[in-house]
């Protein structure tokens, strides 16, 4: 297994700078239409909800140049991107729902921080969702609920992540202290607490990228999911390794026609390309030391992804709505659904749980999938997903199946790198994840796209996306 893996990744590596893409290419420069090879889903809404359009900052390793601004800055800019990009007017938006995890506390609804500061009328709702590193994937959902029950008609979901400037909290003494401060009464009384201040009242507490329930961090969970399923540290390296090249190849060729510039006050030029892609030798990656369980842990800071600092937006309505207003649609969002797992020992399994779930719920094969856009929180996450998926010991012992679900095609995996690559802003991740299927199914031809992602929590979620017939991926 290991070595199938292995090859194939290299086959992949291969694979993507050659035949595929040139004939993806001349086929678009042709102006080839949707060419339908399968049947079409069901609509389960009764809209026909589609995704019209998205876009992002680029995702940019934290401590970079956006490290002076303030999250909700960041997401006006992924809205203000949206607005532009789709020419929609934004007295039509309806409702705008929005992801964060780590939240800056000034702004708890950062949504509709982000939508005042965009100069979105003051009478458009928005609300904030949070699940983790799927918070945007949940925004989407959200939103084809509401267009579904017949809420709205127009709807804006998306997600921010910013990791240059996280709380930090006094320690829970000082806050308890600070706390009845503020309600003494007399001099005396406050003078008496005061003189209580101990030296350990000053350690403030810093968060961690930790999972509540054990107290795990992610990159410790990752070591041994990946222990668990045998990926070994070289297989994990050289994952990455793909994720860098094809990231790299994909940026390049000018394949992220979601992103839309950031001019950052005070510096000069604008921001424009994610800046965490970094293509190293195995050589390299082999010498780094493990970043989360020393001295024998598997996962370095080369095969996990980085903190990263971003947003994104995307455009969610119905079929006919989008006619009505001559918009193009990207793709339909087709088919979700949420998984929930052991929260320890088996916190980023989601895509293992999700992906066979959705695909017999929409009544598709592996074979039928011609996208996978899966979330790479680690390499050692995804190798232990692909494994998950390809044993029959897995599908018996947890999934209730006789046989595995096996393994996705991975010369459809993930061809334009991932959130190891490409970086990984928590609550903006989804609508990335959203906008390379709709896009990369029109430059590969495609009509069904999955996505999956595991989140904190032991949750996960499964989407499926089906090309539409006006789109592009411009
Ligand atoms: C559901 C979910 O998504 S869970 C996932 C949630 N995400 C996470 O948990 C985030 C995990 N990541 C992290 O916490 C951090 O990125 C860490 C701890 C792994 C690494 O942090 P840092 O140590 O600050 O990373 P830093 O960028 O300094 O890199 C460390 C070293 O590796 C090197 N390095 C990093 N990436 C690469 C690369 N691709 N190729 C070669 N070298 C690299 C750096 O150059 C640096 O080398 P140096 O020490 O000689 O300068």
């Given at each position: 297994?290991?070595?199938q893996?292995?090859?194939?990744?290299l086959k992949?590596?291969?694979?993507s700078?050659t035949a595929?893409?040139d004939?993806?290419?001349?086929?678009?420069s042709?102006?080839?239409a949707?060419?339908?090879?399968k049947?079409?889903?069901l609509?389960?809404t009764?809209?026909?909800v589609?995704?019209v359009d998205?876009?992002r900052?680029?995702f940019?390793?934290s401590?970079?140049?956006?490290?002076?601004m303030?999250?909700?800055?960041?997401a006006?800019?992924s809205?203000?991107g949206?607005?532009?990009?789709?020419g929609?007017?934004?007295d039509l938006?309806?409702?705008?729902?929005?992801?964060?995890?780590?939240?800056?506390?000034?702004?708890?609804n950062i949504?509709r921080?982000?939508?005042?500061a965009a100069?979105?009328?003051?009478?458009?709702?928005?609300h904030?969702?949070t699940?983790?590193?799927?918070?945007?994937?949940?925004?989407?959902?959200?939103?084809?609920?509401?267009?579904?029950?017949?809420?709205?008609?127009?709807?804006?979901?998306?997600?921010?992540?910013?990791?240059?400037d996280?709380p930090i909290?006094?320690?829970?003494?000082m806050?308890?202290?600070?706390?009845?401060l503020?309600r003494?009464?007399?001099l005396?009384?406050?003078?008496?607490?005061?003189a209580s201040?101990?030296?350990d009242?000053?350690a403030p507490?810093?968060p961690?990228?930790?999972?509540?329930?054990?107290?795990?961090?992610?990159g410790h969970?990752?070591?041994r999911?990946?222990?668990?399923?045998g990926a070994?540290r070289q297989?994990q390296?050289?994952?990455?390794?793909?994720?860098?090249?094809?990231?790299h190849?994909a940026?390049?060729?000018?394949?992220?026609?979601?992103?839309?510039?950031?001019?950052v006050?005070?510096?000069d030029?604008?921001?424009?390309?994610?800046n965490?892609i970094r293509?190293?030798?195995?050589?390299?990656?082999a010498?780094?030391?493990?970043a989360?369980?020393?001295?024998?842990?598997t996962v370095?800071?080369?095969?996990?992804?980085?903190?990263?600092d971003?947003a994104?937006a995307?455009?969610v309505?119905?079929?006919a709505?989008a006619?009505?207003?001559?918009?193009?649609?990207?793709?339909?969002?087709?088919?979700?659904?949420?998984v929930?797992q052991?929260p320890?020992?088996?916190?980023?399994?989601g895509p293992?749980?999700?992906?066979?779930?959705?695909?017999?719920k929409?009544?598709?094969?592996?074979s039928?999938?011609?996208?996978w856009?899966i979330?790479e929180?680690?390499a050692g996450q995804?190798?232990?997903?692909?494994?998950?998926?390809?044993?029959d010991w897995?599908a018996q012992?947890y999934?209730g199946?006789?046989?595995k679900v096996g393994?996705?095609d991975?010369?459809?995996w993930?061809?334009?790198?991932?959130?190891?690559s490409?970086g990984h802003?928590?609550?903006a991740?989804?609508?990335?994840?959203a906008m390379?299927?709709?896009h990369?199914?029109v430059r590969?031809d495609?009509q069904?796209?999955?996505i999956?992602?595991c989140a904190?929590g032991?949750?996960g979620v499964?989407m499926i996306?089906?090309?539409?017939?006006d789109a592009?991926?411009?």
């Amino acid at each position: 297994m290991a070595s199938q893996i292995s090859k194939s990744l290299l086959k992949v590596s291969h694979v993507s700078s050659t035949a595929k893409f040139d004939t993806a290419r001349r086929a678009l420069s042709v102006g080839a239409a949707l060419q339908q090879k399968k049947k079409s889903l069901l609509d389960r809404t009764g809209k026909n909800v589609v995704l019209v359009d998205g876009v992002r900052t680029p995702f940019l390793v934290s401590f970079t140049d956006y490290a002076k601004m303030m999250p909700h800055e960041l997401a006006r800019h992924s809205l203000l991107g949206l607005l532009q990009k789709t020419g929609i007017s934004k007295d039509l938006i309806d409702y705008i729902v929005y992801g964060t995890v780590i939240q800056e506390v000034k702004t708890s609804n950062i949504g509709r921080e982000a939508a005042l500061a965009a100069g979105f009328s003051d009478k458009t709702p928005a609300h904030t969702v949070t699940m983790a590193c799927i918070s945007s994937n949940r925004a989407i959902t959200t939103g084809v609920g509401m267009i579904a029950a017949g809420a709205y008609d127009i709807i804006v979901a998306g997600g921010v992540e910013f990791m240059s400037d996280v709380p930090i909290r006094h320690s829970r003494k000082m806050r308890s202290l600070l706390l009845r401060l503020n309600r003494a009464k007399t001099l005396a009384q406050r003078l008496s607490l005061i003189a209580s201040i101990r030296p350990d009242f000053f350690a403030p507490e810093l968060p961690a990228v930790a999972e509540f329930s054990s107290g795990e961090t992610m990159g410790h969970s990752a070591v041994r999911l990946a222990a668990a399923f045998g990926a070994s540290r070289q297989e994990q390296d050289d994952y990455a390794l793909r994720s860098h090249k094809l990231a790299h190849e994909a940026q390049q060729k000018g394949y992220f026609t979601d992103l839309m510039p950031v001019k950052v006050d005070g510096k000069d030029g604008v921001v424009d390309k994610d800046n965490g892609i970094r293509v190293s030798t195995p050589e390299q990656l082999a010498k780094l030391k493990p970043a989360f369980i020393k001295p024998h842990g598997t996962v370095t800071a080369a095969n996990a992804s980085f903190l990263t600092d971003g947003a994104s937006a995307c455009l969610v309505m119905s079929e006919a709505k989008a006619k009505e207003l001559g918009l193009k649609p990207k793709a339909y969002l087709r088919d979700f659904t949420y998984v929930a797992q052991d929260p320890v020992d088996q916190l980023l399994l989601g895509p293992a749980y999700g992906i066979p779930k959705i695909l017999d719920k929409a009544g598709l094969k592996m074979s039928d999938v011609d996208t996978w856009e899966i979330h790479e929180a680690f390499a050692g996450q995804i190798l232990a997903n692909l494994k998950a998926m390809d044993s029959d010991w897995f599908a018996q012992t947890y999934l209730g199946r006789q046989t595995k679900v096996g393994a996705p095609d991975l010369d459809k995996w993930n061809k334009w790198g991932g959130s190891l690559s490409i970086g990984h802003p928590f609550a903006a991740t989804g609508v990335r994840l959203a906008m390379h299927t709709a896009h990369r199914l029109v430059r590969e031809d495609g009509q069904f796209g999955v996505i999956s992602a595991c989140a904190a929590g032991g949750q996960g979620v499964a989407m499926i996306l089906e090309r539409h017939p006006d789109a592009t991926c411009n």
